[in-house]
């Protein structure tokens, strides 16, 4: 009879150890799940939200940034400019209608990280963007926006 009270309280504090395990990793975002909501909400149905996902992740007081697109780019730090023009001006082409997403990459190393998306735009054209970010604390800023 003692052996069936101590099975039963063992399997208790079992399932309820693994509750707690489950409810703890449903609540904690991996450093995969942060980045890949960037890389979604880029190629997202929502148009007017695609660039400002990638904006409220840059802050180049605290993180400076380099912009790249074609044949020009811009590197912006805490006494420069604000870099919003320049990076809605390198990923243009994802801010403009219907996006079919071709390929995406996320990869995270320690406190880097790196997105690159292949679009198909609206009008067949291939785009290729690349975001390089690197951990603030328990966020992510990004250092690098790259249309190729």
Do not use: C, K, Y
């Not at 690197?134 to 992510?140: P, T, V």
């Not at 250092?143 to 190729?148: E, G, H, I, T």
Request: charged letters at 30%.
């Amino acid at each position: 009879m003692q052996w069936g009270r101590f099975a039963v309280w063992g399997l208790i504090a079992t399932v309820a150890v693994g509750g707690v395990a489950l409810a703890a990793d449903a609540l904690v975002e991996s450093d995969e799940e942060q980045i890949a909501e960037i890389a979604d909400a880029l190629t997202g149905a929502r148009v007017e939200r695609r660039v400002d996902a990638v904006l409220a992740h840059v802050d180049s007081a605290r993180a400076p940034i380099t912009v790249h697109a074609d044949d020009w780019g811009a590197e912006f730090g805490e006494d420069d400019e604000d870099p919003a023009d320049a990076i809605r001006d390198a990923l243009s082409p994802l801010a403009e209608g219907d996006l079919e997403l071709v390929q995406r990459s996320v990869d995270v190393e320690g406190d880097r990280a790196r997105v690159a998306l292949r679009v198909r735009t609206g009008e067949g054209s291939i785009v290729d963007a690349q975001l390089a970010l690197r951990r603030d604390g328990q966020s992510w800023l990004i250092d690098a926006v790259r249309r190729l």
